[in-house]
């Protein structure tokens, strides 16, 4: 495994990579890892999409991506891929679209286990009540994203 730290607007993120595929994604604090690899072509492509997406350039992330999960977990952050930008569920409706209306619970703990956050949308999920809860790399972070998706369709 490869590893990568990129600036952001939100902080630093440690990225990882088996050299091929983008393999996850999280925010600091961190423990650096010994030894990091920012010459990976997969690294460069990720750096340059987020700092597109922060500007408000990107919408839809192009990068290759393997997630590593239960199926239960599979089929939820196949189904945050799905999330439109701009765009919000509520845990119940993530249950109810991949067919398990009464997990919403597990549902919200495959959702805060995703391994690529960003990338694959989990801070597009909200309470039922509209509330903001739960997210890996605290409430600020998924406050900051959804606003900085509002705010680009706004304009």
């Not at 391994?115 to 801070?123: F, G, K, N, Q």
């Not at 900051?144 to 998706?149: C, P, Q, R, S």
Request: contains cysteine; aromatic residues 10%.
């Amino acid at each position: 495994m490869y590893f990568s730290v990129i600036e952001s607007p939100i902080g630093e993120v440690l990225i990882s990579s088996d050299g091929e595929f983008l393999r996850g994604l999280c925010f600091s604090p961190f423990e650096l890892p010994p030894e990091c690899n920012n010459d990976l072509p997969i690294f460069k492509e990720t750096q340059q999409q987020l700092a597109a997406y922060f500007a408000g350039e990107l919408k839809s992330f192009d990068l290759p991506i393997h997630l590593e999960g239960s199926p239960f977990q599979l089929r939820v952050w196949q189904e945050l891929l799905k999330i439109p930008y701009g765009m919000t569920l509520s845990y119940k409706q993530l249950a109810e679209r991949i067919g398990e209306g009464k997990s919403i619970r597990a549902v919200g703990r495959a959702n805060g286990q995703n391994p690529i956050p960003i990338i694959v949308p989990c801070h597009r999920v909200i309470g039922s009540n509209g509330q903001l809860v739960g997210y890996g790399g605290g409430i600020d972070k998924k406050l900051f994203l959804l606003k900085l998706e509002k705010s680009i369709l706004l304009d």
